[in-house]
């Protein structure tokens, strides 16, 4: 039973544009989150966070929403560039206590940003 | 900065040999794991470490052993390699937050 699903397995956007990468999770014990990008023959490099006390966090061109209510949260870059192509991975945990240093990761979304 | 290693980039073994694969960080992470990654399946944890000598199961430990004698060391082992284990190995590492740092992983092909 996946509890990080990302359904888009691959997303294409024009270089320029607005990149938003979807993910979802089913255990309410999770109230931390971080988003991981990866590219190919490389280990994965974290990219931001979000903890359940926010809804949005942002860090230069990215940013991330929260949306606890609906177990919901979303990656986006802008302005997205050609760099940006790789394997964007959601992963979430409880923020403390028992499996607080364990991660559960989404299968991943791949972006390829066309110049 | 921290720095996760990994001991080999690109591997290739023969069904039924051993393989260890070793993982070492510098930045004194009580936390360590292993992950496979294989294509449409994500990053599964095979086996995880909160501190010296102690080790945990993760989703898919069967096949797999490990070992950490020294705390900036985690190894993973194959006790007899199959082909279903060709696959995408990567290490990390975290302290008292919940951020975990990657190695550069290994590329292991089982013939």
């Known amino acids: 039973d996946q509890q990080v699903k990302q359904n888009s397995p691959s997303l294409s956007v024009q270089e320029g544009r607005i990149s938003i990468l979807n993910c979802d999770y089913t255990?309410?014990?999770?109230?931390?989150f971080l988003w991981y990008k990866k590219y190919p023959a490389e280990g994965p490099t974290f990219l931001i966070s979000?903890?359940?006390?926010?809804d949005k966090n942002e860090d230069g061109r990215f940013t991330v929403f929260l949306n606890k209510s609906a177990k919901h949260l979303s990656l986006h870059i802008v302005p997205s560039q050609p760099g940006d192509s790789a394997v964007y991975f959601c992963?979430?945990?409880?923020?403390?206590?028992?499996?607080?240093?364990?991660?559960?990761f989404g299968k991943g979304t791949k972006l390829s940003v066309i110049p | 900065d921290v720095k996760v290693t990994q001991s080999s980039r690109y591997l290739v073994k023969r069904t039924g040999e051993k393989v260890f694969l070793e993982c070492v960080q510098d930045m004194d992470h009580e936390n360590m794991f292993w992950y496979r990654q294989d294509p449409g399946l994500g990053l599964r944890l095979i086996y995880f470490s909160y501190d010296v000598k102690m080790k945990e199961k993760g989703d898919i430990p069967e096949g797999y052993s490990v070992s950490r004698e020294k705390k900036e060391r985690f190894s993973l082992i194959l006790e007899s390699a199959s082909t279903n284990q060709t696959s995408m190995y990567l290490c990390a590492s975290s302290g008292p937050y919940n951020e975990q740092f990657f190695g550069p992983g290994t590329r292991l092909t089982v013939l």
């Open positions: 979000i903890s359940s006390i926010k």
């Open positions: 255990n309410s014990m999770f109230d931390y």
């Open positions: 992963a979430a945990s409880p923020y403390s206590g028992a499996g607080s240093y364990q991660l559960t």
